[in-house]
């Protein structure tokens, strides 16, 4: 026989019909076939061709170059052996091919199709009366799996032309679905769909619910729907259900909800506009004998999946359920255990992807040097320079609306630890974050782990590094920049902190935080309370984030930090030692790289919390303070 392939390509026709009976040829066949070639579909049905002893070639031909095959269970196709043959080859090429079958109930009760009972099982068991119990094995098989096919049933219609219209309608539907070139030549999306074709397994037999997660951005939905394009033809049914994000509001009673949303996705899984049901085992009625594809798209809260994918029971042999979310907790609390993580792209394929929308082209293989001649012929080295630069700062408010929305799901403390860590503690150990945190009313812990499941940052192996995506800082950056002053915690803009630190100005009792990038800053000098009135402060960070050769800070010797501080990092520090009323037994790092430093502090002070110290070019250093009181220390840096 040939194979499936060459014959799905030669043969001319796209739907198979197996039926028995002159009075289905007459009426019911003889009107969907003026359907068909109405809409340009052409037909084959077995009665084509003159039946032998066995079913011919040529009928296994146009039973396997079909798209789709249509079975009119009649009493009559009990009576014929042929038929159940038939039946036998059609449901194979689903299991090998992946056609497409639909039932036609003409007169029959599902039930009695299933389990060969009342009339039909009378006929079907006088066409078995002959044969081996092997064929009538077979036979009573197939029928109970195509009778679990939902179809039209021919006694539920008062009107025959309105049901070959819907059948119409929907072959149409199903033949037109081709694959779309949509997704053609996109960067690492084929790596992609080799991990979920391997995840999703369509040679398991069984219901699957698989998962694709991570950052926001990051291309999850490009990916499932690719993915959906690609397997669609594989099953009798498909949904993509997108924009899932938002359509479960709390207020509303949870029940109606679920209905809700199980009413708009049984509305478009069986093209029947305005469906209403009256329970929640609705999904479960309606598909459970269906072998369904189904997309939930951008889910964030438990009670989505509850009320679309509660149980795999709800869904035919060979379903598969795949849902995209930036938030892993949910998986686990629904049981999904298989998962893809989408990583962010390599640097290769960031290269590629930028030369792709840049310039409609991949990476030059033989090196960068013939890209920068193209970006030099396109526009001038200055106009570059001031792109990258308004890049590194200024977050596209597009991508920033992506973003914003993992970051607006976390409650009030989580999302001061997602600030915190974007602005103090990216690239950091997960140990020292927490020990940052652990005199505060906030669980660092659950915080972080919150945070990993909703892709908003990344912890390596052992919890040894935090690591958040730039984009992600940037984002962190403008949520702090739009708080209304009286409410911000962190302080960022560079003017707004000379003006606290030199004028005393502003309310500076929430403020927990600084990070003063003093690059481009000409001159600051230092208020004596200024630091000291800030009574919450704990992590303070002076900076430059590019060599500027300004260094011109004039700090008093009488200024004092706050006692509450835990994080003192500060480049440059311009004085020969720290103020005289110095307490440092809260603090936990201390970096005070290419400070003027010639010593830290006279005498012995309480060091039990300090972890890491830092001093590295500080090349006026005379001596070092004792550390005899610093059991925690880990890290000590004195190079150059």
């Known amino acids: 026989m040939a194979s499936s392939s060459s014959l799905s390509r030669t043969w001319r026709h796209r739907v198979f019909v197996s039926f028995h009976g002159k009075d289905v040829r007459k009426t019911f066949l003889s009107h969907l076939r003026k359907q068909f070639d109405y809409n340009g ?266 009320a679309l994918a509660n149980e795999t ?42 030369c792709r929308y840049a310039f409609r082209k991949s990476y030059p293989h033989d090196g960068f040097e013939k890209l920068v001649e193209r970006v030099t012929e396109l526009c001038e080295e200055d106009e570059w320079e001031d792109v990258i630069n308004r890049l590194e700062t200024i977050l596209d408010q597009d991508i920033e609306d992506v973003l914003r929305v993992g970051y607006d799901s976390l409650d009030e403390n989580e999302q001061t630890l997602f600030l915190h860590i974007a602005v103090f503690f990216n690239y950091r150990g997960g140990d020292l974050v927490k020990a940052m945190f652990s005199a505060d009313n906030l669980d660092v812990k659950c915080g972080l782990k919150i945070l990993l499941y909703r892709s908003l940052i990344e912890i390596s192996a052992g919890g040894e590094r935090i690591e958040m995506h730039i984009l992600l800082q940037q984002m962190a950056r403008k949520v702090i920049r739009k708080q209304e002053p009286w409410k911000r915690q962190i302080l960022i803009d560079a003017h707004e902190i000379c003006d606290v630190l030199e004028n005393e100005t502003g309310i500076t009792s929430v403020v927990s935080g600084i990070s003063f990038d003093i690059s481009g800053i000409n001159e600051v000098v230092v208020s004596k309370r200024a630091l000291k009135r800030m009574s919450n402060l704990q992590f303070l960070s002076v900076y430059k984030s590019r060599d500027d050769g300004n260094d011109r800070m004039y700090i008093p010797e009488e200024m004092e930090f706050p006692r509450r501080l835990r994080l003192l990092h500060w480049e440059t520090y311009p004085n020969k030692c720290l103020p005289p009323a110095f307490h440092p037994e809260y603090y936990i790092e201390l970096d005070m790289r290419h400070s003027k430093l010639e010593y830290l502090w006279q005498g012995t002070l309480p060091l039990t919390n300090l972890k890491k110290m830092k001093l590295f070019g500080s090349k006026n250093l005379k001596e070092h303070p004792d550390f005899s009181n610093a059991t925690n220390l880990e890290e000590l840096d004195m190079n150059h």
């Open 41 to 306: 579909i052409s037909m084959f049905d077995d009665q084509e061709i003159q039946r032998s002893q066995t079913i011919p070639f040529a009928l296994t031909q146009a039973i396997r170059g079909s798209r789709i095959s249509i079975v009119v269970l009649s009493e009559k196709y009990a009576s014929s052996s042929w038929c159940l043959k038939e039946l036998v080859e059609i449901l194979e090429c689903k299991k090998d091919m992946g056609q497409i079958v639909m039932t036609i109930f003409y007169g029959v009760d599902p039930s009695d199709a299933r389990k060969q009972t009342g009339d039909f099982g009378k006929i079907f068991k006088k066409t078995c009366s002959r044969k081996t119990d092997e064929e009538r094995r077979t036979w009573s098989k197939a029928l109970n799996k195509v009778g679990n096919i939902a179809g039209e049933h021919f006694l539920n219609w008062d009107n025959e032309a309105k049901m070959i219209e819907t059948i119409a309608k929907d072959v149409l539907d199903k033949l037109n679905v081709s694959p779309s070139r949509d997704f053609d030549g996109m960067v690492g999306l084929e790596a992609h769909l080799r991990e979920m074709e391997s995840l999703v397994d369509l040679n398991y037999d069984g219901v699957k619910m698989v998962a694709i997660s991570g950052p926001a951005g990051i291309g999850k939905t490009t990916i499932a729907r690719a993915l959906y394009n690609r397997l669609s033809s594989s099953f009798q049914l498909t949904c993509f259900v997108d924009n899932l994000r938002g359509s479960y509001r709390g207020g509303f009673d949870e029940y109606d909800l679920k209905l809700r949303l199980q009413e708009q996705f049984l509305s478009k899984v069986l093209n029947h506009n305005d469906l209403r049901i009256c329970h929640l085992g609705a999904i479960e009625e309606n598909l459970c004998d269906q072998k369904v594809l189904l997309i939930l798209d951008d889910v964030n809260k438990l009670e989505q999946l509850e």
């Open 313 to 354: 029971t709800w869904f035919g042999p060979g379903s598969r359920i795949v849902v995209t979310t930036e938030n892993k907790e949910l998986l686990q609390q629904h049981g999904i255990n298989n998962t893809y993580h989408v990583g962010f792209p390599t640097y290769e394929q960031a290269i590629k992807i930028l």
